[in-house]
Nanobody, 128 residues
């Protein structure tokens, strides 16, 4: 069964850091692009970051460049999102998503239509 399971969310003070994990099962990361999306309270989902199926390309939404870092551990079939200098506006539910590489193994985008496998989400709360 195709599954993505997120973990690592929690309560953190502004300026702090968290590392989210996304464990994949039932499919190979080698042929799927993986993304992170988030949904703030009362708002729609927005793209955060993605990694191509080859692992060779990682994209971030412009406002998060420099603060968030995505990585992949092939041996563990797990993807990570390191979040630094967290702000209150980073609060929300973070979703790990997967989709079969549509435009080659060096591509990924931050559009929801590119992904059809969604995790359950992990909640991140940034508050003092």
């Amino acid at each position: 069964q195709l599954q993505l399971v997120e973990s690592g969310g929690g309560l953190v003070q502004p300026g702090g850091s968290l590392r989210l994990s996304c464990a994949a099962s039932g499919f190979s990361l080698d042929y799927h692009q993986i993304g992170w999306f988030r949904q703030a309270p009362g708002k729609g989902r927005e793209g955060v970051s993605c990694i191509s199926s080859s692992g060779g390309r990682i994209n971030y939404v412009d406002p998060l460049k420099g603060r968030f870092t995505m990585s992949r551990d092939n041996a563990k079939n797990t993807v990570y999102l390191e979040m630094n200098v967290l702000k209150r506006e980073d609060t929300g539910v973070y979703y790990c998503v997967a989709g079969r590489a549509r435009y080659g193994r060096d591509y990924c985008g931050l559009v929801t239509s590119e992904y059809d496998i969604w995790g359950q989400g992990t909640r991140v709360t940034v508050s003092s």
